[in-house]
Each structure stands twice: as structure tokens, then as C-alpha cells.
């Protein structure tokens, strides 16, 4: 092992890599497609940290290009996090497959992507940092499908680089394409930073997957109001802490997954509930909004990366319902919806879902099919929100919201709500669920959501 040397001039990780050290590993050094005056030699290395493994690519050697030595020593990566139980940080600086090697270069990818589901399977995290440049086969196979992902401002990022692009089509990318800027506007990266924030971004990420002593958490009682349907959407609408405030408010140390398209109807973090990492959805992520399809699409993405990490789910539930508009009919709406509830449903670890606004038919549920699901006092949750189910059944909004039964009373009865609570009481709520195991998880959650509701009215 030895300590680590700067690369180069853009070099950024020595604060980073200066408390690790590099683990040596042994590579085949052949010269595979026989290039002229082609020198095998690695450009991912690999080192141990306190609090993580991490592959770094040199992009003095070839390009950063990735041969059948670098797939290696990403395995070994790989399989050193796994033995760790430590997260995979990769720092890539790459142009994409070593086109000297040819075709064992190119099933690099495959065996990228291999080595990569085995830390996945072992629930552990993958963060990648995506740095001048990171391009074609390392960008397919490592950074886009990190849990977490960031990029350096400047970087060229992207499938295929520029010069690549005008060789197949016969014009350069336009002004701004293929780049780290471009990528994160397109949600394809969470996190744009100048080099000198990079350090801070990991260690923020590394903090927030480290678990504490989890506090003792002790919220008063709640008295569950008795009001009329439509008195309990107007005091559901008059709240003023959208989702996103309230994720920032229960949960310390989070780290912000980013939407496709940049969407930002629809918020998730990793973050810490009184010291318990876990995965926190916000839908959604400001008052009134309706979450679009891209909204979906992250919150399937966090269900997802709690499956994969193990972690817990906070779900906070606050719309009147997913866009309904035609754009958002056409980018598939139904389908996202559908995809989220899946997730959510599927997920084996515990889940939580508060009710903390409106709740608003199927695009809500899409948040709140849970192993537990509290209200807070001021909100409802309605198979269509009063104004909908006027305009269908040809009645007034407020005599609609009356005769839906949609209080928290009503819901408890129901047996649709489990508790009404102060948003400070979930943490004691998803304490109570991780004393079950996966399988007793599952089995409880289908059965819950797979019945009738079990009360009456």
C-alpha cells in the first residue's frame, strides 16, 4: 500500500485520498488486441478510506480509458467494500473504453455493471463523481447508474464525446450539450460542484448513510378534531410548510436526490431521522403543488435506493392530486403513478407514511400505501379532492367534501390512518416497525393493502 501523489494539475482528491491509502492489486498486463506501441497500464486505482473504498481514475494514463486491467480493479473494488461493509466511491475521469484493447475493453461494461450489483445486493451505497471528462462505456457503466451522483462543473459528461458525436453525425454537439451542466439540468446527475466542493459533497453523503445512537423520541398526544369534511380541507389548506420545509425540519444531514428533467414537484433526500439514516420523499414538495410524471419518477428512484440500501422510508404526503394536464397525460402520468405505488409497496424495509396536508386520490396514494400511515390533525385524504368530485357528481365542492368522509376521524375508523400525530412522532412510529424482519414486512403490507379497508363508519 502506499499513500497517495496529486495526478495533476485539475487534481482535486488529495484532501480527500490523503487519509486513505492505495491497496495494490494484481492485473493480468496483457496487450489483448496486439495496438503498435501499446503499453499496458492501469488508470483505476484503488484505495481504502476510514469511511468508504474508492476506485480512482488517473486520467494521464490512456484518457482515464478503462481496459481489461481497470474492470480488475473495480471488481476488487468492489469486493473490498463488500468485505468491508463500506460504501464505493468512484472518481472518474475517463473518455470511456481503451480502444486499444478492442473488444476486451468493450465487455468492460458488462463486467463494470456486474461487479457493481454485487455491492448493491450487499445494500451498500455507490457514489460517483463525474469529472473532466466522463464519457462512453465508464459513463454507461459506472457514474449514470450510481445510488448517488455528482459532477464537476465544466466537465464534459455524456454518452458520447463531442468529437465522437461530429465523426457519426457530422456536426459538434450544440453549446452547452454534453456537459456536466447539461447532465444536471436533465436530473442525470444530483449535485453540480466546483472542484473544491466535491470533497464536502462525499463526506455529506458519507454522514448521512452513518448511523448513530438513535434518540429517544417522545411526542405528546394529538386530539383528533372534529370537524366537517369541508372544514378539514380548508384547514388542510391553510398550512404554510410544504414537504420539502418538513423534510428539512425531521431530518439532519440530508442529501438531495434530483428529479429527471430537473422536476421539482416531487422532493427526496437521504437523510437522518434522531440519528437512523433513511430515505425521505416529499409528495409533494411545496404547498399545492400536483406532482408530474418526472415527480413519480423520483420517488420511484428513492423507494428503490431504500430497497437497495436497506433504509428506511419517510413518505409526506401533501397534494390535492397529480397534474391531470395534457402534457402530463401524454408523458404517461398513469404509468409513473403506478410505477411509484409499485415501489413503495414492494420496498422490504419499513415504511412511513404522514399525511400532513391534502391527500388527493391515487396521486397521494402514490406516497401513503405504507406499513404505517399517521395524519397530523389539520389534514384529509379523499378518494378525488372535493372540486373533482363536484364536477363529476354534479354537487356542490362543500357538500361533496362532507359526504366523502375524508377527516382523520373518519379515517382512522375506516382503518385507512393508523394514528393522528405531530410530524415529530414518525420517528417513534418507524422505530416500532425495524424490530420485524423483511418477509413479516411484506407478508403484513400486502395483506393491509391488498384487502378491504377492515372499519366502518
Request: proline share 7%; glycine share 12%.
Amino acid at each position: 500500500m502506499e499513500e497517495y501523489a496529486p495526478m495533476d494539475d485539475r487534481d482535486w482528491h488529495g484532501p480527500l485520498l490523503a487519509t486513505g491509502t492505495r491497496v495494490d492489486v494484481p492485473v493480468a498486463g496483457r496487450d489483448p488486441g496486439r495496438w503498435p506501441g501499446y503499453r499496458p497500464r492501469t488508470a483505476v486505482t484503488l484505495w481504502r478510506l476510514p469511511r468508504a473504498v474508492a476506485a480512482v481514475w488517473d486520467f494521464s494514463a490512456y484518457g482515464g480509458s478503462f481496459g481489461e486491467d481497470d474492470a480488475a480493479v473495480l471488481a476488487a473494488a468492489t469486493t473490498t467494500a463488500v468485505d468491508a461493509g463500506l460504501p464505493l466511491l468512484t472518481l472518474v475521469r475517463s473518455g470511456g473504453t481503451r480502444l486499444q484493447e478492442g473488444m476486451a475493453a468493450l465487455v468492460g461494461i458488462p463486467r463494470a455493471r456486474i461487479a457493481l450489483r454485487a455491492l448493491a445486493d450487499a445494500g451498500l451505497a455507490h457514489l460517483s463523481v463525474a469529472d473532466v471528462p466522463t464519457t462512453g462505456g465508464v459513463w454507461i457503466s459506472v457514474t449514470c447508474g450510481a445510488d448517488l451522483r455528482a459532477a464537476v462543473e465544466g466537465a464534459t459528461v455524456g454518452f458520447a464525446g463531442p468529437r465522437v458525436v461530429e465523426a457519426f453525425t457530422g456536426t459538434l454537439p450544440a453549446p452547452g450539450s454534453h456537459t456536466a451542466e447539461s447532465a444536471y439540468a436533465a436530473g442525470l446527475v444530483d449535485a453540480l460542484l466546483p472542484p473544491e466542493a466535491v470533497s464536502s459533497w462525499i463526506e455529506g453523503v458519507l454522514t448521512a448513510l452513518t448511523r448513530e445512537p438513535v434518540a429517544t423520541l417522545v411526542a405528546a398526544a394529538v386530539e383528533v378534531p372534529v370537524r366537517g369534511g369541508w372544514e378539514q380541507v380548508l384547514a388542510a389548506r391553510s398550512r404554510e410548510v410544504g414537504g420539502s420545509a418538513l423534510l428539512g425540519q425531521l431530518l439532519s444531514d440530508a442529501v438531495a436526490l434530483r428529479a429527471p428533467g430537473g422536476d421539482r414537484t416531487v422532493a427526496a433526500v437521504v437523510g437522518r431521522l434522531a440519528g437512523r439514516p433513511v430515505v425521505g420523499v416529499a409528495l409533494a414538495a411545496a404547498v399545492g403543488v400536483r406532482p408530474t410524471p418526472d415527480g413519480y419518477r423520483l420517488a420511484t428512484r428513492a423507494y428503490r435506493l431504500a430497497a437497495r440500501l436497506q433504509l428506511p422510508v419517510l413518505s409526506l404526503v401533501d397534494t390535492p392530486g397529480a397534474d391531470p394536464g395534457t402534457t402530463s397525460e401524454e408523458d404517461g402520468i398513469a404509468a409513473a403513478m403506478g410505477e411509484a405505488l409499485d415501489a413503495l409497496l414492494s420496498c422490504p424495509t419499513p415504511t412511513v407514511a404522514l399525511v400532513h396536508g391534502e391527500g388527493g386520490s391515487g396521486g397521494a396514494l402514490a406516497g401513503a400505501a405504507a406499513d404505517v400511515v399517521l395524519m397530523t390533525a389539520d389534514s384529509y385524504f379523499a378518494a378525488i379532492g372535493p372540486e373533482g368530485a363536484a364536477a363529476a357528481l354534479r354537487r356542490p365542492a362543500q357538500e361533496c367534501a362532507d359526504l366523502m368522509r375524508i377527516t382523520p376521524g373518519d379515517l382512522l375508523s375506516l382503518g385507512f390512518a393508523d394514528a393522528v400525530v405531530s410530524p415529530q412522532a414518525v420517528g417513534q412510529h418507524l422505530a416500532g416497525l425495524e424490530q420485524m424482519s423483511a418477509d413479516d414486512r411484506l407478508v403484513r403490507r400486502s395483506a393491509r393493502w391488498g384487502a378491504a379497508l377492515p372499519g366502518d363508519l
